[in-house]
C-alpha cells in the first residue's frame, strides 16, 4: 500500500518543482557563472515505467521569440521588466509536450543552450513554466546579457533558433 502513495506523492513533487516559476524578484550578481556538463545533466530519455520520451517537437515555420519592451544595448534601472514574445507557437505550461508549443526562459550571461538540452534551474536559468509572458528581474549595475530561451513542455531547449539575446545597461 505504501508504494502506490508513494508514486503519486512524488509525481506531485515533480509537477510541483517544474512549475515553481513565478514573477518574483530574481537577483544575480555579475560575477555569478553557471557551468552545465554531461555530468550534472539528466539525459535519460525514458520514463521511470522504461518508455520512450517523444523527441523534442518540430519548430513551427516562423517562429520566433523576441523581448517586446527590451531593445539592444538599452539603458534600464533595476529592478527591470521583461515583456516575452511569441510567434508562431503557442506559449503554453510545463508539464506536457505538444506540438507548437513551449515555454518561456530567461538566461544571465548565457547564450542558447543546444536543442534537446534540459534547461538548468539556478539564479541564471529562470523559469516560466505557467506560461508568464513578463517578468521582473533585478540585476545589478552593468552590462549583462540576458537571453530568451524557449523550451518544450519538460524543458529541453529549442536551440538557438528558439532564443535570441540582447544586452542591457542597468544603472544606479
Not at 530574481?26 to 517523444?54: F, L, P, Q, R
Not at 506559449?91 to 515555454?103: E, N, P, Y
Not at 534547461?119 to 506560461?131: E, I, Q, R
Request: hydrophobic letters at 35%.
Amino acid at each position: 500500500m505504501r508504494k502506490f502513495q508513494f508514486v503519486p506523492a512524488l509525481m506531485i513533487m515533480g509537477i510541483v518543482a517544474c512549475n515553481n516559476a513565478s514573477s518574483e524578484k530574481k537577483e544575480t550578481s555579475a560575477d555569478t557563472t553557471a557551468t552545465a556538463n554531461h555530468d550534472s545533466m539528466h539525459h535519460d530519455h525514458t520514463t521511470a515505467a522504461g518508455t520512450e520520451i517523444a523527441p523534442v517537437p518540430e519548430i513551427p515555420a516562423g517562429a520566433k521569440v523576441y523581448f517586446k519592451n527590451l531593445k539592444d544595448g538599452q539603458t534600464v534601472t533595476s529592478p527591470f521588466k521583461v515583456e516575452m514574445g511569441a510567434d508562431n507557437i503557442s506559449v503554453d505550461t510545463a508539464r506536457d509536450i505538444k506540438a507548437g508549443s513551449g515555454h518561456h526562459h530567461i538566461l544571465i550571461g548565457i547564450d542558447s543552450l543546444p536543442s534537446g538540452m534540459i534547461v538548468p534551474k539556478d539564479s541564471v536559468h529562470l523559469h516560466f513554466g505557467n506560461a508568464q509572458k513578463e517578468a521582473e528581474l533585478t540585476l545589478p549595475p552593468g552590462k549583462h546579457k540576458i537571453a530568451l530561451q524557449f523550451a518544450d513542455g519538460i524543458h529541453r531547449s529549442y536551440g538557438s533558433k528558439l532564443s535570441t539575446s540582447i544586452t542591457v545597461n542597468v544603472k544606479k
